[in-house]
């Protein structure tokens, strides 16, 4: 492994294997940088679903890498994503987490902008007759696309469609929507925390199988035997990850669930939902309704990695904001049914704050590994890390897809392939 002399010289090539990566790229400044300009700035990065901005004027605020954005719904029903930065002086001009609104005005001085982002009005204009003209002053507009409802941005104009970035990960976006049962999907709260590691190492733990029975063991003890059963996938041969291309990643952890609209009518509805099942009877919903219910109420039977900050990941999206190169801001976003019975939701909420949140089992676990990580890395950042799990039994799937067990490193080295090729091509 090489070192970085000079930022303007970096070698990434010699950083970041097929095999392994270079420690370093947890903990070099000028990496994350680089990252920034590289990967967050020219590619495609999630920032809302559409049930987050349900209607005009709704608004959420975010990050496409570093640089803080709005993303919002206008009055024709369009999505935008602005840089929230007043063009004068450069203030945010939204401060807040979501709302609604008109419009968005700088509190410094009161600059106001349009939904869609243009310059609408400037305190004591007659300061600025012949100096400004309104049009040539919009807040920065990101490209915005949509598909399936998770909406994406980016600052390159040039990037290729949003379909074609998402490549074969789309099939897996359609099926992790089936958990919705036919209805439309949408947020149902959020979970935010920050922990003391580099963006990548939450990326590597999306798809990561074989930390799941040693970091997870507490987890698997509070649940039910049919739910432990359910994520007991170590020597399971159905249990495996594809790699999708351009850095995305499918771990397969519950094959039975992978595709909710295949239903053999073999496994049986776990008794801790028994109570629900009597509701939704009384209801007057078929049992074949009620199935398909219970059937979806821990999500789909795998983690969806789309690179890079974005995880399907069972029944939740997880996001990952970079904030520096040793700091990282994770969302748990918690989804359910829009217009399905509530009680389902509400029981499928108490499943994710089992596992996630500050008192869940399964979170803190996690992040106490990441933060772990880091701080081997810093010990001797030109130690290798490895990701070579699994290369003796990797084989191409009918798909075309490289493919090996769920506990082995597939996904991570199809991360790295597409951080290499964004980071290596200027």
């Not at 669930?257 to 629900?276: K, N, S």
Request: net charge negative; proline share 5%.
């Amino acid at each position: 492994m090489t070192t970085i002399d000079s930022p303007a010289e970096p070698q990434y090539g010699d950083l970041a294997g097929t095999d392994r990566v270079a420690g370093q790229l947890y903990t070099d400044p000028a990496i994350f940088a680089d990252e920034m300009k590289k990967i967050f700035y020219r590619t495609w990065v999630w920032v809302a679903h559409e049930s987050e901005i349900p209607e005009a004027g709704s608004f959420k605020t975010t990050q496409v890498g570093d640089q803080p954005v709005i993303v919002n719904r206008d009055r024709k029903g369009n999505f935008n994503t602005l840089l929230n930065r007043c063009r004068h002086r450069g203030a945010t001009v939204c401060d807040q987490r979501s709302g609604k609104a008109n419009g968005f005005t700088c509190p410094y001085h009161n600059w106001s902008y349009t939904l869609d982002g243009r310059l609408r009005g400037i305190p004591y204009p007659d300061g600025y007759e012949g100096v400004v003209d309104k049009a040539d002053y919009p807040l920065q507009t990101l490209r915005t696309e949509s598909y399936l409802g998770m909406i994406f941005a980016t600052f390159n104009a040039d990037a290729e469609p949003l379909e074609d970035f998402l490549g074969d990960a789309k099939v897996w976006m359609e099926r992790f929507f089936k958990q919705s049962n036919g209805f439309a999907t949408k947020v149902l709260g959020a979970h935010k925390f920050r922990f003391r590691g580099n963006w990548k190492i939450q990326l590597e733990n999306t798809t990561d199988g074989y930390h799941f029975p040693m970091v997870h063991k507490s987890w698997m003890a509070s649940v039910d035997a049919e739910t432990a059963n359910m994520m007991s996938f170590m020597d399971d041969p159905d249990a495996v990850t594809h790699a999708l291309g351009n850095g995305h990643s499918v771990a397969i952890m519950a094959a039975a669930h992978a595709d909710l609209d295949v239903d053999h009518g073999e496994e049986e509805i776990q008794p801790r939902f028994q109570h629900l099942v009597d509701e939704l009877t009384a209801a007057g919903d078929s049992p074949e309704r009620i199935r398909r219910y219970m059937r979806s109420m821990h999500g789909s039977g795998f983690n969806l990695n789309m690179f890079p900050n974005i995880a399907m990941s069972s029944s939740f999206f997880r996001v990952l904001i970079p904030i520096s190169v040793d700091v990282t801001e994770v969302w748990h976003m918690a989804i359910g049914m829009d217009g399905g019975p509530e009680s389902v939701n509400r029981e499928r909420l108490r499943i994710h704050e089992h596992f996630q949140g500050p008192f869940g089992f399964g979170s803190p676990d996690d992040a106490e590994g990441w933060d772990r990580v880091q701080i081997g890395a810093g010990g001797n950042p030109l130690m290798p890390i490895l990701v070579n799990r699994g290369e003796n039994r990797e084989r191409v799937s009918a798909e075309g897809w490289p493919t090996a067990h769920v506990t082995d490193e597939t996904g991570m080295r199809e991360s790295y392939g597409m951080w290499k090729k964004l980071m290596s091509d200027d």
